[in-house]
């Protein structure tokens, strides 16, 4: 729920059928051969990247919901140590 609401703050509707319209219609052009696999996969990247990019540039909307969420619940979790794994390399710590 919290990602629905970050979501919503910063305008972005991914329940809205907009891209999955756009995608069967691209399938559409591809049986009617108007247009490639390929070009109908690089506009769905294109779609979904840009909404990725302004997710990023809004994060702190996110962080905001997050941190809400958390300091609402803060007695319901517990702080653990968090279970490191080691880089097969270096033999340090992956966090």
Do not use: W
């Not at 809205?16 to 996969?41: C, F, H, N, Y």
């Not at 962080?63 to 968090?82: G, I, L, V």
């Amino acid at each position: 729920m919290t990602l629905v609401n970050g979501f919503d703050r910063m305008g972005l509707d991914f329940s809205s059928p907009v891209l999955r319209a756009e995608t069967e219609r691209d399938m559409t052009e591809i049986i009617q051969g108007r247009l490639t696999k390929d070009q109908a996969i690089a506009r769905s990247i294109a779609a979904y990247k840009k909404l990725y990019d302004f997710q990023q540039l809004n994060i702190g909307v996110l962080d905001a919901e997050f941190a809400k969420m958390f300091s609402a619940h803060q007695a319901r979790y517990t702080r653990r140590t968090p279970n490191f794994s080691k880089c097969g390399k270096c033999n340090g710590r992956v966090v």
